[in-house]
C-alpha cells in the first residue's frame, strides 16, 4: 500500500506561482511513477505531468513551459512547480503513484485557484 498527501494549494493571482507537494508513504519502493492530475469543475480529471524513476518527465501541451515536476527521492517527495498560472487552471490536483505492478495511488487532492 501507498499513501499520498498534497499540501501547497491555494489562492494565486493569475500570473503568480505556485508548489505543490506529494508526500508519499508506505510501501514506496514499489513505485515507479508519479503523476499529477487535476479536475476542475464540471471536468474530467485530465492528466498534468509526470516523471518516472529516471527522472524522464513529460507534460501536457496546456502546461508545457510553465508547470515543471521532479522528485526527491531521499523524502519520498514529488513536486509540481507551477508558473503563469492561469484562471483555467483552477482545479482540484491529484498526486498520482503508479507502483511495480501498475497498480494507482491517489492523495486527496488540493486546491488551486487562480484569479483573473
Known amino acids: 500500500q501507498v499513501q499520498l498527501v498534497e499540501s501547497g494549494g491555494g489562492l494565486v493571482q493569475a500570473g503568480g506561482s505556485l508548489r505543490l507537494s506529494c508526500v508519499a508513504s508506505?510501501?514506496?519502493?514499489?513505485?515507479?511513477?508519479f503523476g499529477w492530475f487535476r479536475q476542475a469543475p464540471g471536468k474530467q480529471r485530465e492528466w498534468v505531468a509526470g516523471?518516472?524513476?529516471?527522472?524522464?518527465?513529460n507534460y501536457a501541451d496546456s502546461v508545457k513551459g510553465r508547470f515543471t515536476i521532479n522528485r526527491d527521492n531521499a523524502k519520498n517527495t514529488v513536486y509540481l512547480q507551477m508558473s503563469s498560472l492561469k484562471p483555467e487552471d483552477t482545479a482540484v490536483y491529484y498526486c498520482n503513484a503508479l507502483n511495480d505492478g501498475l497498480r494507482a495511488y491517489w492523495g486527496q487532492g488540493t486546491q488551486v485557484t487562480v484569479s483573473s
Open positions: 508506505g510501501s514506496t519502493l514499489s513505485i515507479n511513477a
Open positions: 516523471i518516472d524513476s529516471g527522472g524522464r518527465t
